[in-house]
């Protein structure tokens, strides 16, 4: 009887095969070695087998390289083992600001308009952008900078207290928007142009509060990005 | 005079003949003395490379706190052994892995491993590498096959026909019932179950009768149609044999369906079917087919081959609560009997006649 222990993620690694990898130029030949111990002494190689293409793909499968089928709704932009891209339309959103300093305090709690926006998750990082329109955007369409605070000029969010979703696959998308706009916003994340508002940030949204009124894009700031560049950049600079 | 001798030539003023060498590769051409190359046998090819500097073991630690709790109340309980804590390196979950395999080892692990290829698991889910664990403090001890170890029955239900009519269905009851306490046999009547929803499957369609299905019934012996007799009968039965490899076979089955029976199986809870929503059933421990390739063996090839689409269902499921050390010792206690129970099996397999094939090879 094999035993082994798995509590929380303690994990103990035994030693249980080895590739060699064999190069000729730019030819190479890997053969996979089961690891023998003996009572005492080193551990030895055995014979090799050459490496077939079914132990790479469960190699790839043991580095998360591989998704479970599933069925993508229309609002997903891109999916691969790492990352997932999907837009949702306007809608009124409900926000919290910590009650830091008065101003965020009145704007606490409240419905407020929200443009179209892009979120992706890479690697359980969350992005942010927002859309000049209303629709699904393409490869090439113009994305605009998030207007929230915690986001920063790449749209990278700033997780803080937000309650980050375990999951992320096509069913929990909705989830990871709840988790959000479900955290305080509750300060600027570096120097990013959030809005075109003559008056501000703070101004903005003090503006939409309990408007019944679409949200005006016209004071969306440029992020200087495509939907395609942000897909190929994920977050980077 | 050997080649070897030939470049040999002495060295030194006193009587003993000594032989020098020169440093690798080069040969002192004025003293004539053999470079090590020229001493040393030709290599023969075949190396087993050895990995001197490799560490054979990682280990990564997380949260130890559930593992301390468990190694403290192991060692209260006297499950643990002292020795085994400077052997684990002092880490908790090493501690806990050394306390299993010797649970194990002192509970028969050497003749399970003869004809049982099985895991177990010490840890705090019941599906591996699930994101939900089980109630906090609350860990589990895991039964599961690797493969299933295979047993041929008709040889052995034919000798024991000879002795007593009755006696095929009894051994096959009790050898049967005692393994399925605790672990899933797969046997005709699992087969039986196949067919039928074969059937099931073939009777919509179009020509149906152009679809064979194994022909489970004309495998199984007439003998197993008989009533099984009781234990206490079996015993009495036992008495009277004369035949030494007969009485050593009934009474090995008297010690299996005793040891069985020596604890209850830990209750399957709510909270246990809620982690293991939508499994499939557990894999087989064991198949008990009455040959090599009959139709009980040919639905659990049939059935195998889609047991993995979804996680099966462990074989065994032991809770062991950390707020109550009690549940810790039973929980061992239960192991303890599973695997007896296992061992005895295993003697009972070394025992039936035509089970030789199934000893599993094992590298020491």
């Known amino acids: 009887m094999t035993s082994h222990v798995r509590i929380g993620d303690n994990r103990i690694f035994m030693l249980k095969q080895a590739v060699l990898l064999y190069q000729d130029g730019s030819t190479t030949l890997a053969t996979l070695h089961e690891v023998k111990s003996l009572h005492e002494g080193a551990p030895y190689l055995g014979a090799g087998q050459s490496v077939t293409t079914g132990f790479l793909e469960r190699l790839a499968r043991g580095l998360g390289a591989s998704l479970a089928p599933e069925v993508l709704p229309a609002n997903i932009l891109s999916r691969t083992p790492e990352l997932i891209v999907w837009w949702s339309p306007e809608k009124p959103r409900l926000m919290f600001f ?53 986001t920063d000029a790449h749209g990278r969010v700033c997780l803080g207290s937000m309650r980050v979703p375990e999951e992320v696959s096509a069913g929990s998308l909705s989830v990871w928007e709840d988790a959000y706009f479900a955290s305080e916003f509750t300060h600027p994340s570096g120097a990013v142009h959030l809005t075109t508002h003559p008056g501000g940030f703070l101004r903005l949204w003090s503006s939409l509060a309990r408007r019944d009124r679409r949200f005006p894009v016209k004071f969306l700031a440029d992020a200087n990005q495509t939907l395609q560049e942000f897909v190929q950049k994920r977050g980077e600079s | 005079m050997s080649g070897t001798a030939d470049v040999l030539s002495l060295v030194g003023q006193s009587d003993r003949t000594m032989f020098a060498m020169a440093p690798w590769a080069s040969t002192s051409a004025s003293r004539r003395v053999p470079t090590a190359e020229q001493l040393m046998a030709p290599e023969c090819g075949v190396v087993l490379p050895r990995l001197n500097e490799v560490p054979v073991e990682h280990r990564f630690l997380a949260d130890d706190r559930e593992t301390i709790r468990l190694a403290e109340i192991l060692v209260t309980l006297g499950i643990g052994a002292v020795e085994d804590w400077s052997q684990s390196g002092r880490d908790p979950t090493k501690y ?9 080892r002192n509970h028969g692990g050497a003749t399970i491993d003869r004809r049982f290829d099985l895991d177990v698991t010490l840890g705090d889910r019941l599906v591996d590498y699930s994101d939900e664990r089980g109630p906090r403090e609350t860990l589990y001890l895991i039964v599961d096959p690797e493969a299933a170890a295979f047993a041929v029955l008709r040889p052995t239900l034919e000798f024991l026909e000879k ?60 003998s197993l149609k008989e009533r099984p007799l009781s234990l ?25 369906c ?107």
């Open chain 2, 96 to 104: 806990a892995s050394l306390t299993l395999q010797r649970w194990i």
């Open chain 2, 163 to 222: 002795i007593h009519l009755r006696l095929p269905a009894t051994f096959f009851t009790h050898f049967v019932g005692s393994l399925n306490r605790w672990v899933r046999v797969y046997d005709f009547h699992d087969a039986e179950e196949r067919v039928e929803m074969l059937r099931e499957w073939y009777e919509g369609e179009a020509n149906a009768e152009q679809y064979e299905v194994p022909d489970v019934e004309g495998c199984v012996p007439q």
């Open chain 1, 98 to 150: 910590s009650d830091a300093n008065k101003d965020t305090t009145e704007l606490n709690g409240r419905m407020y308009p929200h443009p179209a926006l892009v979120f992706m998750v890479n690697d359980r990082e969350l992005l942010v952008r927002a859309l000049g329109e209303n629709r699904r955007p393409t490869a090439d369409t113009r994305l605009k900078n998030a207007p929230y605070w915690n």
């Open chain 2, 258 to 364: 005793r040891i069985s029976k020596q604890v209850r199986r830990p209750e399957f809870t709510e909270e246990m079917g809620e982690q293991l929503m939508d499994s499939n059933p557990p894999l087989p421990c064991l198949l008990a087919a009455f040959s090599a390739g009959d139709a009980v063996a040919g639905c659990f090839d049939d059935e195998a081959e889609t047991a993995l689409e979804t996680t099966p269902q462990p074989n065994l499921i032991i809770p062991l609560k950390l707020t109550e050390p009690t549940s810790v010792r039973q929980g061992f206690r239960t192991l303890g009997v599973v695997c007896e129970t296992l061992a005895a099996a295993s003697r009972l397999l070394d025992l039936m006649p035509g089970n030789d094939d199934g000893v599993i090879g094992r590298e020491k």
């Open chain 2, 232 to 256: 206490r009968s079996l015993r009495a039965i036992g008495d009277t044999i004369r035949r030494d490899e007969t009485r050593d076979l009934v009474n090995v089955l008297l010690e299996l």
